[in-house]
């Protein structure tokens, strides 16, 4: 993520002075946090809950106005969403006395975590947006000791924003990004040379993402020389821009060799915004052209961008299913992950961001919110499933890890309490200990709990793979046939990446079953899959169309076997609703009978279904 430090006055000067004299700032902070870790999180806590002792959720469970750990770990529940929707359906609905936090809700952030396929609702209020921007703050200063000169560059960030809707109460509903792109705090963020952009904000601020994604790159080609890094949040959304360049760059070449910006770009304030940066520059557009006529896109991004150090793209978790497209596309240029955040809270920064992406380990800020952790195991290695001790009872769940006294090599589930208003609250992330900075814990991010697919920030668990799977399967059973044994992947070879489910079927004239029945039941899958899935399918476009591929009857005992064959416990073994290890991937697609593609998009629409009806 970009974003940088404030300047404090510009009057001054040497305004490299400035930026020396900040960044030394920012990193004598980190180590005075990190330092004090432990104080700081019991300052935290105080703090959250004296402001909040007179709310209704504290009070119901009988706090009592105390402010200390150990009678807050005493009474307070460890929660997940489902425990919290009564509450946050009430504020949603209009209800503004003090339920969760003291401080009025600003809004609520659709997390892309979701509950009964809805995006999930995370309470914010309006000084969250000081505590994100000052995480945003601290992660140039520490890019600069490894990478002198960032300062006098530019960074070509693609960055956008997704729909927002209002809950029936009147609070508006949006993604945490999408609200910060639009507070003043970045809007109106002083100019400061690490953020120096070559987007203008109204391309970012454009709602209509071919818009957004053209003027953002016409705007990044014709600065090329400027750039000296590039990035987008998350590593698919940065692969989806060069795939759109591919697409588009004759168009893109068109414009700037005339210094005109193309007719599908309507919306007056991004021409306007354009226009002050274009000029026609036919020398550039025959550069552009030769480059991107040339057969291979090998090593483009450090063809067209020639000063580019790095990419800041987020590549753990999930997201490292990239890294190969992007070592191609960049030859190999560093892979930098700057921070790990979420709609509940942003919680820490990568303090040495040219690591190998595989070594990327995150310092929890202390002062963002108070962190406990839930001890975990790891249960399968082939799945990457994570599974909670079986030894923890009930009264040793609530026994909760401080940060400070995690320990090394070990998994844990983070629980976060919040100043918006979430206590003891399951995130569900799973991390492990790496290392500490000072007193501060450092965490490699493992998984996300239960996640099964996901392509972009979808993140289908088993649950909702199951119900979709078997709403889809119900259609197969008036042709005499039935689902013996399914699982997907998240096929990403391709852009944008895609599902694929194999079916294995128990049937008994498989000629009596048309493929346009398989194709219904890819469509009749992704319209149960969640909002967060049919919102990449149908608007940003960055998930592609469902397929199933039918396999060969004893496929999924072959795989039973293999995994015996790996390691794996006859006793134990359940079929893994999700693979990722090539060999199984390999097998299952050597017994491939036919396969079949969703035919369009599932139906989608801004907020919650039930807020449609209502509104
Ligand atoms: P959301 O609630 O939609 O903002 O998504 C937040 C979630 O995205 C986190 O809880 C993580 O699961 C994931 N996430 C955020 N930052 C990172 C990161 N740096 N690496 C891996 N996953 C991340």
């Known amino acids: 993520m970009p974003e940088a430090p404030k300047i404090l006055s510009d009057s001054a000067d040497c305004i490299d002075d400035i930026v020396v004299?900040?960044?030394?700032?920012?990193?004598?902070?980190?180590?005075?946090?990190?330092?004090?870790?432990?104080?700081v999180q019991r300052r935290v806590l105080s703090e959250i809950l004296s402001r909040s002792a007179n709310v209704e959720y504290l009070q119901r469970y009988g706090l009592n106005g105390c402010t200390d750990r150990e009678t807050f770990k005493k009474v307070i529940p460890v929660v997940t969403y489902e425990d919290l929707k009564p509450d946050i359906?009430?504020?949603?609905?209009?209800?503004?006395?003090?339920?969760?936090?003291?401080?009025?809700?600003?809004?609520?952030?659709?997390?892309?975590?979701?509950?009964?396929?809805?995006?999930?609702?995370?309470?914010?209020?309006?000084?969250?947006l000081g505590r994100r921007s000052l995480l945003y703050s601290l992660l140039m200063p520490v890019m600069s000791q490894f990478l002198p000169g960032l300062?006098?560059?530019?960074?070509?960030?693609?960055?956008?924003?997704?729909?927002?809707?209002?809950?029936p109460g009147g609070l508006v509903a949006r993604p945490v990004l999408t609200s910060y792109y639009k507070s003043s705090h970045f809007k109106n963020r002083p100019n400061d040379p690490y953020t120096n952009y070559t987007s203008p904000k109204e391309t970012i601020l454009c709602l209509d993402s071919y818009q957004s994604m053209y003027s953002q790159l016409l705007c990044g080609l014709f600065q090329n020389e400027d750039v000296v890094r590039v990035g987008a949040v998350f590593a698919s959304g940065f692969i989806r821009a060069i795939q759109f360049l591919e697409k588009h760059w004759s168009l893109l070449c068109k414009d700037i060799r005339t210094g005109t910006i193309d007719s599908k770009i309507t919306d007056p304030s991004v021409r306007e915004a354009v226009m002050k940066i274009l000029k026609p520059n036919p020398k550039l557009a025959d550069f552009v052209e030769a480059e991107c006529s040339k057969g291979s896109w090998k090593g483009i991004i450090t063809r067209l961008w020639p000063e580019t150090k790095y990419i800041d793209v987020i590549v753990t978790g999930t997201m490292s299913q990239y890294i190969p497209a992007l070592d191609y596309y960049s030859n190999a240029l560093p892979l930098v992950c700057t921070m790990y955040a979420s709609s509940e809270c942003y919680f820490g920064i990568n303090l040495n961001p040219l690591c190998n992406p595989s070594e990327v380990s995150y310092t929890l800020i202390p002062n963002m919110a108070y962190f406990e952790f839930l001890p975990v195991t790891r249960k399968d290695e082939l799945t990457g499933s994570i599974s909670e001790p079986t030894a923890l009872n009930d009264k040793e769940k609530q026994?909760?890890?401080?940060?400070?006294?995690?320990?090394l090599g070990q998994d844990y589930e983070l629980v976060v309490t919040t100043y918006a208003g979430l206590y003891r609250y399951h995130v569900g992330d799973i991390l492990r200990v790496s290392g500490f900075k000072n007193k501060a814990p450092q965490f490699n991010f493992i998984c996300r709990k239960n996640v099964v697919l996901s392509i972009d920030s979808d993140k289908t668990d088993e649950v909702e793979l199951q119900n979709a799977v078997k709403n889809a399967a119900n259609q197969l059973l008036q042709y005499e046939a039935s689902l013996v044994e399914y699982t997907g992947y998240a096929d990403t070879s391709a852009i944008p990446g895609r599902y694929v489910l194999f079916w294995e079927l128990s049937v008994k004239d498989s000629t009596l079953i048309a493929p346009a029945v398989f194709e219904d039941c890819c469509f009749t899958v992704e319209e149960s899959l969640n909002s967060v899935y049919r919102q990449g399918r149908v608007c940003d476009k960055s998930i592609g169309p469902l397929?199933?591929?039918?396999?060969?009857?004893?496929?999924?005992?072959?795989?039973?076997?293999?995994?015996?064959?790996?390691?794996?416990?006859?006793?134990?073994?359940?079929?893994?609703?999700?693979?990722?290890?090539?060999?199984?991937?390999e097998l299952l697609n050597s017994r491939v009978i036919s396969s079949y593609f969703s035919p369009k998009c599932p139906r989608w629409t801004a907020g919650h279904k039930q807020w449609c009806t209502q509104n």
């Open 89 to 128: 359906e009430r504020i949603a609905n209009g209800d503004t006395s003090p339920i969760l936090c003291s401080q009025p809700i600003s809004e609520f952030l659709t997390s892309s975590g979701t509950s009964a396929g809805e995006r999930k609702l995370m309470p914010t209020i309006e000084e969250e």
């Open 547 to 585: 397929e199933i591929r039918v396999v060969e009857n004893g496929t999924f005992d072959m795989l039973m076997d293999f995994a015996l064959s790996q390691g794996s416990s006859i006793n134990q073994y359940k079929t893994p609703r999700c693979v990722k290890y090539a060999p199984i991937i």
């Open 151 to 167: 300062d006098k560059g530019k960074g070509m960030y693609f960055l956008f924003v997704k729909s927002e809707a209002k809950t």
């Open 21 to 39: 004299e900040n960044n030394n700032k920012v990193l004598k902070f980190i180590e005075d946090v990190t330092a004090d870790a432990d104080e």
């Open 399 to 407: 026994q909760l890890v401080d940060l400070v006294d995690v320990k």
